[in-house]
C-alpha cells in the first residue's frame, strides 16, 4: 500500500480523529497542537513555536524551533519534507485571511493533499474522472486548486455542468447533490467541498 503522510498545521482543524492510518505525521507549528488533540504521535515538528501552546512539551520532546524570520511560511516548510508523499492535510480553517491566501498559493508549488480537512470544511482534490455516492440534498462547490483553469462535466447534481471552465472569478457555488451518485471528469486540478460533518461518508470512498 502507497504510503500515507499527514500534515497538520494552525487555523481551525476538525474536532474529531478521521478513521484513517497514517505512516507519518508532520506537525506545522500550532498543528502540533491539533496532534496531541486528536491523539497523533508526532514525527516531525517544523516552526518557530510561536503560535503554539505546547512549545515546552514539544522542546521536552527533543523538537527544536526554527528561527522567526524566516523565508518560508511553517506550512511550507512542512510541504518542504514531503519528498512526494501522498498526503492529507487538517486544519487552515478560521484564522487570518492572510494566511488562508498563503496556504492556498501553496497549492502552485507543491503536490495537492488527498484531502484537506478543516472545522467545518471537507475538501478533496479531483483530477480526472471521479464518482463518490453522498445524501441527496447536500451542499457541494468546486473551485480551481491552483491559479490555473480547471474544466468539469458532472452528473447528479442539481446544477449539472458540462466543459464549465472554473476559475478564481466563477467557481460552481453552494451546488446540491440530485442523485445518490455523483460522477464527473476534470481537466485540470479542482477541489471539491463539502459539509465536514460528511467525512464518515467519504472516509470508505477515497
Sequence with gaps: MTKLTLVLTGGEGPE???QFEYDRIIAADSGADLAFRLGYKIN???GDFDSTHERKTLEEMGFKACPRDKDFSDTELAFKLLNGDRYDLFGGGGGRVDHLVSL???FDKYPLPRLWLTKRDLMLSLTGHFSFTLPIGKDISFFPATQSSAEITTTGLVWDMKD?????SWISLSNRVRDEKIEGFVKGAVFMRLDAELL???ESQI
Design 104 to 106: 492556498l498559493g501553496l
Design 164 to 168: 464549465a471552465l472554473l476559475t478564481h
Design 44 to 46: 516531525e515538528v517544523i
Design 16 to 18: 474529531k480523529n478521521p
Design 200 to 202: 464518515p461518508c467519504i
